[in-house]
């Protein structure tokens, strides 16, 4: 199932292109979600020759809450401010997707440099993960619309859940499905942020938050 694994991870690493590029905000919510559905199927075939009710139920709560209920979370905050599009980010969609491939080279370089021996994770799951930690990181500090700010701690999450998976053999579930519990009640907290800016300002431009001062 190596290869398989191996080929939900560049999907993985291309969505998260994808989210570099894309200043619609409806297709990068669609593009998390995707990566939520991603990891779950990842989560269950990177244990396929050691899988047990813990690992399937991991999955399946994995992609309930990354592929479904923070999607939905993040679309009604959407329908609530009326947001289409991130149209001045701090940083270009040009020069992020060229910052993408240069995260994309980091990361490959610390996958050949960091490898997992005889996993059954996949080849590539630290290029994968650091890549997305990376452009979780990116997306945080390089976008003002504080719901694309979300997107990118989502996506920083998945790198590090994807990261965690490869690695953790004897993590008891309800330590993982805990983690997965505090990032669905992050998320909650900064959907209801983003509706209290948007009531009071009109807008979702996290940067403009600095009319608070004084």
């Known amino acids: 199932m190596k290869g398989t694994a191996d080929t939900l991870l560049v999907l993985l690493m291309l969505t998260n292109l994808a989210l570099l590029g894309s200043s619609r905000l409806r297709a990068c919510v669609r ?89 059954a994770a996949g080849s590539l799951v630290v290029s994968a993960a650091f890549f997305s930690i990376l452009t979780g990181l990116f997306l945080i500090v390089g ?26 053999h004897e993590l008891p579930v309800l330590i993982e499905l805990g983690v997965l519990l505090d990032v669905l009640v992050a998320v909650f907290v900064m959907g209801i942020a983003i509706y209290h800016i948007n009531r009071e300002f009109d807008h979702i431009d996290a940067d403009r938050l600095k009319m608070l001062k004084g």
């Open 31 to 119: 593009f998390t979600a995707m990566q939520g559905i991603l990891l779950g199927a990842y989560t269950v075939l990177s244990r396929w020759d050691d899988l047990s009710v813990r690992v399937v139920l991991l999955g399946i709560v994995s992609t309930g809450v990354k592929g479904v209920a923070f999607p939905w979370a993040l679309f009604r905050s959407l329908r609530e401010t009326g947001a289409q599009r991130e149209m001045e980010p701090f940083v270009g969609y040009s020069l992020s997707l060229l910052a993408g491939i240069v995260f994309l080279g980091v990361s490959m370089w610390l996958g050949w440099r960091l490898p997992l021996p005889g996993s």
């Open 143 to 168: 976008r003002k619309k504080a719901l694309t700010q979300v997107l990118g701690y989502l996506v920083m999450e998945n790198g590090i859940y994807a990261f965690g998976i490869a690695v953790s």
